[in-house]
């Protein structure tokens, strides 16, 4: 199976150039000159599929790296099955996910491992590769740490937050760190005070304080900033390298881009929801429907951030100035129905997470389209960084000779109209983006390869995701 | 003329991957799987040339932002013709390099601008560039930058010190970046307080200090770290894009780190001899020949800093955080033997200026061997970078379809050694390295397809380096 | 002539005590528990005048360590004499200035130094010193530093504005901060950056922006913030202590805490009008009778800045940090007739300027009222401070046996009302703070034991007023 | 009883003044001009003891406001009891101490309160007042909060270490410092990561690193550093005023820094130990009495810091630029033969503690001879600061009418050698500053106006010092 896609702008992060781009099987094999007919052969006519992409966007396949299929959370379970959510991935020029084993306090951590690799198997669209979360740190557990490296999951997350389910105490942590400083493991952290967080949850509902708005009022910034800085402090100590997951306060990204000018191995991942929503818009938001439960649709965690504070500018600056470093979605679906209203009369109660793997590529565009960042930037925020991050890159993450062809024709001159019933494939029966309009358009996306997604149908089988084993950090200075 | 690249690692500024890359007269033609015979088509039969690059690093070639051909300066004319340096420039891996033309006071701009294509026309080994040195502001040369921009020079050197000669107050260096924030020219500055400068030559020489050494404590790191700060809020004041030559001094990095936190486009630029040499081993060198003169060797601007400050480490660290985004040479060679000694009784007579822009690569690759940086970072400071920051990517800094043929092939496994008689085509009497090894070695180097360098041997023609038009910086955010 | 205040509040530095204090002659002779009869010994008996300060808070008198009394400038002259000025101080319980010998470029500085206590002498209400201004700075110079530090005359100010008129080169000024390093002076700065400024002038001028409005736009804070840094910058190479006069824009009191921070002896004062006039409301008013010119009436240097921007609020805060230490006037008055006047269609020519000597105690005690500092922050900031800052503290601020007698008493419960017509006895047609409400009153003000003010009536004599040698700051760490 | 303290130089916070004091009975009844004969009434002749001071310092009484008399702790009780550590302080020119009430988790802190009033009562030889440490926070202790404040209990002492005996959590910390905003009090902090340290500890012990020098290799500066930006989070989350207390890294000087220029109510504490002590040459030392077990006279916490690392250089400079607002003792002392030697094995059994009480007046003068600090500086560090931090000023930590009658003569001319068998009345069987040579001499120490220390020797009577109620602090911005 050989593909041509001709005449199109290949786009990296570092520039662009007009490039034809030869696929072979389940790999790139060149990439060549625009009709360029290679000292007189005709690679056009001896292709098997030829895709013209002038005046459209050759870009590499999105890689989502923080996303939550089907995990078990709040008395739920995410509502996007590795089928449902990968696919969904697909529609929107996402290639390549890397969803989070959970390991809960008690268990260990190698059976959770085996337990993901049985859902996901033989399930998704796209590649997939693992992160592995550590709760408790049993010695078993971190014995398992060498094991997963060598099997390709090389990264770890931990939880400053949610007591009694993931939460780390700072000598686990530690004790972990030490361990990614030995074998090279990148170690990720959610860095919110759970202590404080519970705390003040706690008071806002005794005083009656029960709708989702109230999310965002109980975890407040300095809860973010306090658990970013530990996270640095903590990663100082051992010499692990760390990365810092969905960062929202800007507060918090001061404390990333202080311990990077320092010198230290410290990134920052943001995602969609803290660049465009707010609390304010949508943690505050009413509808006929909901009434101020409406807010529930983006009650995750970090919450949205204060628009009057001014978070979402300083986070567009942020992924400007390299101070953070990918944008990847958390996507973590719920339905209002039967899942979010669990919450109804408490917002502690309503399962913490948004779905948005479908639409990170678009959204990121648009980004671009709005003058926020470059088109090399884009590409670099949504998949040569992740790549690079995640021990991905050569094979994912750029296009040249050797990659996986997970390519996506992007067209700036396409639509794109976000909300249910117009392009939604996730599992959700809400869109937390609805009546958002893309200035682009997803057109073709190839896996492998092999064209998944066409002009808005999906046209691959289920199975053809395959996991990857991901080697160390290559982004580490 | 078909060139087919085979079996090397290349390099470029994100990663690595191992490719075949086929040139086509003066431009890539393609980049291909290694050993790649195209859906049955034998390209390594259907070339002229065929380079073996099985274990070496095939890269872009270098591009030296920051080079002096024969400038008159200092009552003398640095050592290197634009023929010399630019022959020597190959011989170590550096295919393009952008060098300044010269407006003392009083001069016209454009009659400068002339002068300047007349003495490089016909002379260059490697493609070269403009920038344009402004020292008073005359209403024409505000005309004049815009004119330039049209003609390829988009890039405006103004000096903070140098009164008389080069000096601009600030107004009138707030008057060229005004237009430079209109027309989108990127505005060059040599950061040092020359007021501050000349007070304490004067009262050093006044006293009696008129060792090289004097040079080093004339020129305190307060006047750079002041002139810096200085020039990113001129350039805050005019939202004009500031890059700052030759960095030496730790605290005029910190003040770059904190503009470019604040989003504010601000770049930083250093050279070898900021990495590698110091105010107490080199300014401070005795020698059997000079005495206490020895150090007139590397007497340049800014001075070699104090190791014992701690600013060669922080620099290195600097590159690695990305607060400082390039290295050039300041290559402005100037011989001890009727030039250098013209300041023997007096350090602020001895001309100002190093010479390297032949070992520019080697050094730095000489950092990836030491563990300072990674191998793409290299690739980045050296040729990716430039190339963006000054207008040329797609054309030059990448090894991509279109771009043009300026290739090094790189032995890791090689060795260089520097010095006069041993590897050393400057036209200097002394070299500013010495002695230095280096462990790594520039095995070929094409420039816009040909070969022009191969086994230490100048292959090329005088004149086969063209002026190149540059665009707008491209490394903006 | 002995005089007893008795049951007042003495406020100092670092807190309050009811206390009665004893005057013998000019000096503090005993600061006394109230009522004492000290061991049978009845005091109040044996005095000649008893102040009855019950209620009431007693506190060294003001000290306004900048002020400009018929001060040559723009053409025309600062419209308050020693004698006026001074006698207004007065009455707003200010017992000292500070006043500033102009040496302007190619003047001779003792000449200048003389010709000011021929300008002083005989005329006072208070007690007065000098600070010596340098402008160019001529060998003589130096050694007249040397002179006027025995002279009591310790501290020296420069200016990096008003080329042709103060502004003194970097290299002038390093060479007089050496000597202040040297002779332990305490130099100080007007920091801004003329030359960017001269330039926006011209070009708003030349544009028809002419109104008092654009006196601000053309003064940016960058300007300031620049200057502020440089100045930091050369004393941190001389070694000389530094103190900011007249601090309006937040980045620069960033720049002031961060060298404190960082242990160098820099200080900064701050004036009423960045505290409670701004950009738009003051420098943008219009007024029947002026139009758009009443901004006129607050045209001063540096300038009023942008509330928009927070400057006013952060200057509070920084007054409560100790970021800013003193609080001055500038006081520098010119009437709108035939004075500001001279720039009715261009804002160029306004004289700089704004009169407030007689508000200063009034307007800071607002500051108590509002809660932005406290009581004994309050005398610290005008009276304590100055005198420990300029080298007078024992004589001058604070209340303790051998201090000269200027004490004021103060009435909590008092009330004022400052404009043309209320009170207001400075030599102005007009009152920068017409309008304003002080809910507190100066009651008593005593000098060096005299009373020479008394519910709102001067009851002083001309010539009052001695000249006071100062010695060394009592204030550098 | 009646004395005056004549010719003395008299010192206070801002600055010196030549003046008589008189006392009579317990409180000052007036500062005097020297021989003042006050309107021909002869003091000298009408009081029951004069002291001559000519020639020395008159100075307000230490107050050491950290102190653990008989606190029992590790297993063992601090080895000074109330009357024996009170007694030491006295000789040493402290008259006044503020000691914690111990409230370990599960005890209830009114309980607790009575007890520790019971252990003092009658014991002390000067001025005592109590801080309530709290553990855990019942409910029933932030009601005790309240009742504690009305009891001139003003300040809360939590620790972020030592699981089990005095760890709160991030939450309970928060609960109290709610408590603290709405009534005033001041929360201090012991600001280490205990649970990161007791994994090191864990770890060291376990590798056979059981010596002294082990506990500063396990208390590493991050741990510090973290829990200080930690406390200073919850503090500005909640909106408590925060003194942090032993502060002995450089880092966490800089966190406290940040947070006062942004204007929080911030404070740090340093003590002696960590201007003069190093981990290299106390934990680190070795005697032929105890070999290596030698540095367990230098455990205590937070930990002694690296001399290489720069910290006690930078301690002094944050002294001098108010970074850091006090300095106390942290006096808890033990013997090395019963106490010190249950961690002979390991070193994490060792009782955490230095005493010197009675040094700190005399340490902290020497920084007044070496130049690290001035006169007043002196006074203000040791006695007025922490009486309006603490809530005592007026009657404590000043010379002025009104005042308690605590004041030391000190003499610039003696000479104190510190040593057991020289200058030592503290219960401990070594002396932490042995060998210490100090320029000057506690000469005459006088508590609420009654000579309690004279001429080296202890003329006092047991229970002569009394509890006071302190106030809320009177240092706040
Ligand atoms: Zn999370
Ligand atoms: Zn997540
Ligand atoms: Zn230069
Ligand atoms: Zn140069
Ligand atoms: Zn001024
Ligand atoms: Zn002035
Ligand atoms: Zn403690
Ligand atoms: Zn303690």
Avoid at 131 to 155: N, T
Avoid at 249 to 274: H, L, M, S, W
Avoid at 428 to 457: F, N
Wanted: charged fraction near 20%; include cysteine.
């Amino acid at each position: 199976m050989k593909t041509l896609i001709k005449n199109g702008l290949v786009v990296n992060a570092t520039g662009t150039g007009l490039a034809d781009v030869l696929i072979d099987g389940e790999t790139i094999a060149a990439v060549l000159a625009p009709g360029s007919n290679l000292l007189g052969f005709d690679l056009e006519r001896n292709v098997d599929t030829v895709i013209d992409a002038a005046g459209k966007y050759v870009i590499p396949g999105g890689i989502d790296a923080h996303t939550h299929m089907q995990m078990p959370f709040g008395g739920t379970e995410a509502s996007d099955t590795f089928e449902t959510g990968t696919r969904a991935a697909a529609h929107g020029g996402t290639t390549s996910i890397v969803d989070f084993v959970v390991q809960y306090a008690g268990e260990n951590v190698l059976d959770q491992y085996k337990a993901w690799h049985e859902k996901a198997a033989g399930q998704c669209a796209i590649d997939y590769g693992f992160h592995q979360i550590l709760s408790d740190v049993q010695d078993s557990s971190l014995v398992a740490m060498d094991e997963l490296v060598a099997e390709g999951v090389s990264s770890f997350k931990m939880f400053m937050a949610y007591k009694g389910v993931f939460l780390s105490d700072d000598g686990q942590i530690v004790k972990a760190m030490q361990k990614g400083a030995e074998n090279g493991a990148l170690m990720m952290m959610h860095a919110e005070n759970g202590s404080v967080i519970d705390l003040l949850v706690e008071q806002a509902v005794r005083a009656g304080n029960t709708s989702p708005y109230n999310h965002g009022l109980t975890r407040p910034w300095q809860a973010e900033e306090e658990a970013t800085h530990r996270a640095i402090m903590l990663a100082n100590l051992t010499g692990a390298p760390l990365y810092v997951v969905h960062v929202s306060a800007k507060q918090a990204v001061d404390q990333i881009a202080t311990a990077r000018d320092n010198g230290q191995n410290v990134f920052g991942e943001t995602c969609p929801q803290y660049l465009y929503l707010s609390l304010e818009d949508n943690l505050g938001a009413t509808s006929d429907e909901w009434g101020p439960f409406e807010g529930a649709k983006w009650v995750c965690s970090t919450p949205l951030r204060s628009k009057a504070e001014g978070h979402q500018h300083h986070m567009w600056q942020a992924l400007r100035t390299n101070d953070i470093q990918m944008v990847s979605t958390d996507h973590c679906p719920f339905c209002m129905k039967g899942q979010k209203d669990m919450g109804l009369t408490d917002f502690s109660k309503i399962p913490n997470g948004i779905g948005s793997v479908e639409h990170r590529m678009d959204l990121m565009y648009q980004g671009v389209v709005d003058g926020h960042i470059s088109l090399s930037r884009w590409v670099e925020l949504t998949s040569t960084t992740p790549a690079r991050m995640f021990g991905m890159y050569g094979t994912k993450g750029v296009i040249q000779p050797g990659a996986d062809g997970d390519i996506v024709v992007y067209d700036p001159n396409g639509h794109t109209s976000i909300g249910v019933g117009k392009t939604h494939h996730m599992n959700m029966d809400y869109s937390a983006y609805e009546g958002y309009e893309i200035d682009g358009h997803v057109d073709t996306v190839l896996s492998r390869g092999k064209i998944v997604v066409d002009d808005d149908t999906y046209v691959g089988t289920k199975g053809d995701g395959r996991f990857f084993k991901r080697g160390l950090s290559q982004y580490l200075i």
